[in-house]
């Protein structure tokens, strides 16, 4: 099975009122499911790095709901954030140590999935209907 997620996260003011959203697609690209939330204060990058937390969490929680993620699974995440992908993908020195623990808590997640996951970096405007998430989810609270 091939799932493609979709995540984004935003803040208003850096830092400010930040949120996620999360888009996930099966390879025939239906939405299996999406949503946002806010998740406090945060910067813009701190928002992003959780939106992939939160979408790795939510797909541990749900493996029931999603067939065959049991078997092989390839996870492909796509961002607009061209730092969170190279920093995940191992090509940018990770500076911050609050950007550092995150990433320890995404590979602490993805080992738990037991799959391949890929992150890939993709416009603003490829990436609409997380940011669709994001912005509702600010909308709701703010």
Known sequence: MTLNIFTDGGSRGNPGPAAVGIVIKDAA???QHSFGQTIGTATNNIAEY?????ALQWLIDNKKKLVNLSGECRINF??????????LNGLWKIKDSHLRQKVILIRQLEASLNAGISYTA???SQNSAADLQVNLALDRTL
């Open 78 to 87: 796509f961002l607009d954030s061209t730092l969170v992908v190279n920093q």
């Open 29 to 31: 690209n239906k939405i």
């Open 122 to 124: 993709i416009s603003r």
């Open 50 to 54: 959780q939106a992939v937390i939160i």
